[in-house]
């Protein structure tokens, strides 16, 4: 399966957005999917995970209540809302699919996307 991630920017802290990952070929609704990011100088950390049918979410503990993964298994599409940012969001955002479980695992992941820039100034 093939992903493709958008929806960064530029946002000052406080602020909103929503991250959208694609996905194409393959059985989306198979794979559980992921949020994870990197900031400059920092270890690739886990934000969000969702099963195949939505029912079920986990969080980073950093984002724990300000974001919310969703998904749209007819649009072939995951969701990241995000809300309250903060500096330290700063991040390359990345979406992951990987096999059942992986939304509570945190992964790891079979397969990733591009990546998607959010930048949060304080």
């Known amino acids: 399966v093939q992903l493709q991630a958008s929806g960064g920017g530029l946002v000052q802290a406080g602020d909103s957005l929503r991250l959208s990952c694609a996905a194409s070929?393959?059985?989306?609704?198979?794979?559980?999917m992921g949020w994870l990011r990197q900031a400059p100088g920092k270890e690739r950390e886990f934000v969000a995970g969702?099963?195949?049918?939505?029912?079920?979410?986990n969080y980073g503990t950093s984002v724990k209540g300000r974001f919310t993964i969703s998904r749209d298994n007819v649009k072939k599409t995951v969701y990241l809302q995000m809300n309250s940012l903060k500096a330290e969001d700063t991040a390359v955002y990345y979406c992951?699919?990987?096999?059942?479980?992986?939304?509570?695992?945190?992964?790891?992941?079979?397969?990733w996307g591009q990546g998607t820039l959010v930048t949060v100034s304080s």
């Open positions: 992951a699919a990987g096999a059942l479980g992986r939304w509570y695992s945190s992964g790891p992941w079979d397969y």
């Open positions: 070929g393959g059985t989306f609704s198979s794979y559980d």
């Open positions: 969702i099963s195949v049918r939505g029912g079920s979410t």
